[in-house]
């Protein structure tokens, strides 16, 4: 256990619903980071926080995705209208400040579009 | 945008055996990340270096920041070490912003 969680674990969803996904970061770490990891691939870049503004998105973060952090500590991704090729683990990440650049991973939430 | 490259994807070796992972960068770095990853998603670091070589216990990670290449090796290999291995780098090259990750090397470990 590093100390980040999220949550669902798991999420399976019809096409065209909304979800939304939950991080919780290590209390003291102000960097919270989205990644997303497709099967037999490695992770990929969506977006960061540094405690409460999103200070990067990548391409990869279409417009129906949307990031928040309201008050720099939990974070929330949000998928609108998913499609299929949403199916994914999306992982949450943090780091705190000033420190090395050693960042933690959450276990990841699991969606399935069906 | 820094991109990276690791070999190789698949690896199958016998236990006991000494086992090197590659990995090279496009974009100079502040560090580089060794990360592991097991079925089911969970993600742990492993190293994060910035020169020369780093050892915790059977895992030694090592650095060529000139030459912008990294290797990770296990050695004494054991079924329990199995398991995914990713190198990852800073996006652009900084410590703050976000990683790119090379597609891992799947480890098997047999008896």
């Known amino acids: 256990d590093t100390g980040v969680s999220q949550d669902p674990r798991h999420k399976i969803t019809k096409r065209g619903q909304n979800v939304t996904f939950r991080c919780d970061p290590i209390s003291e770490h102000n960097r919270l980071y989205w990644y997303r990891q497709t099967l037999g691939q490695g992770p990929e870049f969506l977006t960061y926080?540094?405690?409460?503004?999103?200070?990067?998105k990548s391409r990869l973060l279409s417009d129906r995705f949307s990031a928040e952090r309201p008050k720099g500590s939990f974070s929330t991704l949000e998928i609108q209208r998913t499609e299929q090729g949403d199916s994914a683990m999306y992982l949450c990440a943090s780091r705190a400040s000033g420190r090395s650049d050693e960042q933690f991973f959450g276990p990841g939430t699991r969606l399935t579009v069906l | 945008k820094n991109e990276v490259e690791q070999s190789p994807q698949n690896l199958t070796a016998q236990e006991g055996e000494f086992i090197t992972i590659n990995c090279s960068y496009s974009?100079?770095?502040?560090?580089l990340h060794w990360l592991q990853q097991h079925p089911g998603g969970g993600i742990v670091s492993l190293f994060m270096?910035?020169?020369g070589k780093k050892k915790h216990g059977r895992l030694i990670a090592t650095i060529n920041i000139q030459e912008k290449h990294s290797s990770l090796h296990i050695t004494a290999s054991h079924p329990r070490d199995s398991a995914v291995y990713i190198c990852?780098?800073?996006?652009?090259?900084?410590?703050?912003?976000?990683?790119?990750f090379g597609k891992g090397t799947h480890l098997i470990i047999q008896p």
């Open positions: 926080f540094q405690n409460e503004a999103q200070l990067e």
């Open positions: 974009v100079g770095i502040s560090a």
């Open positions: 990852a780098v800073p996006n652009s090259g900084g410590g703050a912003d976000g990683l790119t």
């Open positions: 270096l910035s020169s």
